[in-house]
């Protein structure tokens, strides 16, 4: 039973920072383009083309 | 007029004035297609004088410019249109009140998520024998949690129902909040009596899935309702008002006044209606007539609000603004014609009026048929409640979204926004299709006809067509691009109002002007040196425009033509398609051809461009316009569709009939399943276990039934592109 009063806590502590993290996702704009997110790993870096 | 954003900028990379300051325009690219064309606008852009940084937004297909106050829009396009994209700027702060909506649901849904999980996680300890005060703390817990996640999450659905029953009205979130609610309270009170079952779990479970369902429909309205958005604003919005003292102030639209004399500048918009006191210039007026060509006007000449002055500053007295331009009043029609649309019940909400009488009225039997039986009040309560969760309408909150976000998404791969959800439904229906001419069958621009032209003739032309904004120089260069030309370097190019364009070229003069005889045709001379050659231009068809239409015609859906320009045109056209034609329609008569289909129980399909057929697209059953219809056009219609092709437009029925059988199967899935568990909740016998996996279950049934829709575009697609081969 005095595990309980462990793990109970850091389960919801563990719950609420996922919520956190994701309230935190929607406001910083991660879901405004998310197809534009899968694309842009194709993008080749070219080094020699930047200023 | 864009209003752009003011930021204060520290970091420069290309900034060439030391103002520090920085303006962010937005556009809308419809062009981006694939990641090189994002790499290509991030790294092609900033190397601009003046542009510090440009962002590409992959889902809205737009694109956000940090650069210099010095540069316009008419710069910034340009810079995009040089590196291949077609722009346009954005009209109002894309950040509206209209996401908000999104992401209210968005954080509600997140809300809900979080405490599913956590509730969840104790009750199966519950389930899975926790006795005692354990099984008490577990459930006080629950409570702890599910109170005020039902508090946030359950407000979209208590508002909504909340509405209805003020207006002695139902709809689907009546029997959801009062399931929610009679759970919650009789949780709380099981709870607090130390009872063996509470249904937390079960209620923030309902929300959840339900959230969901909601949250995919907002996610849907919001991506087209960018697209469409971004394309408003071409209309004059202000002019330039020329005061006694001789001194222009810009005067924004509902401000004019009769009688100002206003200076409209080349490529500028028309604000108002005025006639022209001085300057002579070509106009295009393609906004609200639907025609390319360009119209020379004079001193005299009436000009209509909206009408784009292209080649030469013009000095004109007001006659008519705001409410009473010619404008106007064709948006008083549509508002007129729009209003029969939004008498059309979407079908969530006729499942839901046949089916939350069918719950309540259980419910209440329920509880009825467990008193008289001598249960106490309390078992009786706990059975009734039980009957509410698991026929609650769980899985029909996603079963209609679910299948519209699919198959939107589908369609949006292949080039057709559809608006909302309620536009599909609609789709499904149509049986008769009425097609504008202009802008709709045809490409709606002028192209020339090339294959005469030589090699020399033609980099010449392009190289002079290049300095020009004209719609036929433009056509020209278009036409030319395709086809690799690449252009001759003329110097000295002049650009004469109403004549044409003149340069030299290895110290010879060259002009693209005027053609001395043939005035029915679109034609210009190229003159090189001596020799002089004449371009004809015409509007062509769409290149699979009978494709579409026997497609359409395979459905059981019959074309026609309805269009405002000239007979011979149109009979031409109506041979070439093999379709019935009306011409020389006013759009007062185009609106009453279709309510004339609409009283004989037809389904009318409207597609259409101009702002001639803005009253017809509001008042049939379902419309869709082409990407560069006119904005009012865009705005009445259902579903917008980008490129030369016209397929999107069969395809999209074709899709809206699949979309509304998957509905269908989904209701059938969804409410067979339930009246599965019905019987058991009845008899008493639904445990807060069963009645979460009665719902998940559903739940994921209706989802992976709605997913077999991805495929569906894509295959229609494939037999049209079939088709396109072979024609």
Redesign the interface.
């Known amino acids: 039973?005095t595990g309980?009063a462990f793990l109970?806590p850091i389960?919801?502590g563990m719950?609420?920072l996922?919520?956190v993290a994701?309230?935190w996702a929607?406001k910083s704009g991660q879901?405004?383009?998310?197809?534009?997110?899968a694309?842009?790993?194709?993008?080749?870096d070219?080094e020699d083309?930047a200023? | 007029m864009n209003v752009p954003v003011l930021l204060a900028g520290e970091t420069n990379?290309?900034g060439a004035t030391g103002s520090g300051e920085r303006l962010t325009t937005r556009f809308t690219v419809p062009g981006i297609k694939?990641?090189?064309c994002?790499?290509k606008i991030e790294?092609e852009l900033?190397?601009r004088e003046g542009i510090a940084s440009a962002r590409?937004?992959?889902?809205?297909k737009r694109v956000a410019i940090e650069h210099d106050p010095a540069l316009d829009e008419g710069d910034l396009v340009a810079a995009l249109l040089a590196i291949g994209f077609e722009a346009q700027a954005v009209a109002d702060n894309p950040m509206g009140t209209e996401t908000g909506e999104r992401?209210k649901l968005?954080?509600a849904l997140?809300?809900a998520?979080?405490g599913m999980?956590?509730i969840m996680?104790l009750s199966v300890s519950v389930w899975a024998g926790a006795e005692g005060a354990?099984r008490e703390?577990f459930h006080w817990?629950s409570a702890l949690?599910a109170l005020p996640v039902i508090a946030y999450s359950g407000r979209p659905f208590f508002d909504s129902a909340w509405m209805a029953l003020k207006y002695r009205r139902t709809n689907m979130d009546v029997p959801i909040s009062i399931g929610v609610i009679l759970a919650t309270g009789l949780s709380v009170y099981e709870t607090a009596t130390g009872g063996e079952h509470a249904y937390f779990e079960s209620a923030v479970m309902l929300l959840f899935f339900l959230l969901a369902g909601r949250a995919l429909d907002a996610v849907m309205r919001d991506r087209t309702r960018d697209g469409i958005g971004a394309l408003l604003g071409r209309m004059g919005k202000s002019a330039s008002v020329i005061g006694d003292d001789g001194e222009t102030r810009r005067v924004d639209a509902q401000d004019l006044e009769p009688g100002a004399l206003v200076l409209v500048a080349a490529g500028e918009a028309m604000a108002a209606d005025g006639v022209i006191e001085e300057g002579e210039s070509a106009i295009d007026n393609s906004m609200l007539t639907g025609e390319s060509a360009a119209e020379g006007v004079k001193t005299g000449d009436t000009l209509h609000a909206g009408a784009i002055n292209l080649t030469a500053p013009l000095r004109v007295r007001l006659t008519l603004t705001g409410e009473d331009t010619a404008l106007a009043e064709i948006a008083r029609l549509m508002d007129e014609a729009g209003q029969s649309r939004s008498h059309y019940v979407r079908i969530a909400d006729r499942a839901s009026r046949a089916y939350a009488p069918a719950v309540h009225s259980l419910a209440a039997l329920a509880f009825a048929g467990w008193m008289i039986a001598g249960a106490g009040v309390h078992q009786s309560l706990v059975i009734a409640i039980a009957v509410l969760i698991i026929t609650c309408p769980c899985a029909m909150g996603l079963a209609v979204p679910t299948a519209q976000v699919v198959a939107s998404g589908a369609l949006l791969k292949r080039g057709l926004l559809v608006k909302d959800g309620s536009a599909l439904e609609r789709l499904a229906e149509i049986n008769v299709a009425v097609f504008d001419k202009t802008g709709t069958l045809t490409m709606g621009e002028p192209r020339p006809d090339i294959a005469r032209l030589d090699d020399e003739a033609r980099r010449v032309a392009l190289g002079l067509a290049q300095h020009s904004r004209h719609p036929l120089s433009q056509g020209l260069v278009k036409s030319l691009t395709e086809a690799s030309v690449t252009p001759a370097p003329i110097v000295n190019v002049s650009e004469t109002a109403g004549h044409g364009l003149a340069g030299e070229w290895n110290g010879e003069t060259v002009a693209l002007e005027r053609p001395i005889s043939g005035a029915h045709e679109l034609a210009s001379q190229l003159r090189i040196g001596k020799r002089a050659k004449t371009v004809i231009f015409t509007d062509q068809m769409r290149p699979d425009a009978r494709a579409t239409i026997e497609r359409l015609s395979q459905d059981g859906i019959a074309a026609s033509i309805l269009s405002g320009d000239r007979e011979e045109a149109v009979q031409d056209a109506a041979a070439a398609l093999g379709m019935p034609a009306k011409a020389e329609a006013s759009p007062q008569e185009k609106l009453e051809t279709l309510e004339a289909f609409k009283a004989k129980g037809c389904r009318p399909l409207m597609v259409g461009d101009g702002l001639n057929d803005g009253p017809a697209l509001a008042a049939a059953h379902a419309s869709i316009a082409p990407g560069t219809a006119s904005d009012a056009s865009q705005q009445a219609a259902d579903a917008v569709f980008i490129g030369r092709d016209l397929a999107p437009v069969a395809l999209a029925v074709t899709v809206a009939r699949r979309t509304m059988h998957i509905v269908r199967q989904n209701f059938a899935l969804a409410i067979g399943y339930n009246a599965l568990a019905v019987p058991l909740a009845l008899f008493g016998y639904v445990t807060p276990l069963i009645a979460a996996i009665a719902m998940s279950l559903s739940s994921l049934i209706v989802v992976g039934n709605s997913l077999r829709l991805s495929g569906a575009a894509g295959s229609a697609g494939q037999t049209n592109a079939g088709r396109e081969t072979r024609a």
């Open positions: 039973m309980l109970i389960a919801l719950g609420a996922g919520l994701f309230l929607i879901y405004e383009d998310m197809e534009g997110s694309n842009r790993i194709l993008i080749d070219e083309d200023p | 990379q290309g694939c990641a090189g994002i790499g790294r900033p190397k590409v937004n992959f889902s809205a992401r968005m954080r997140g809300v998520g979080f999980m956590n996680l354990t703390l817990l949690i």
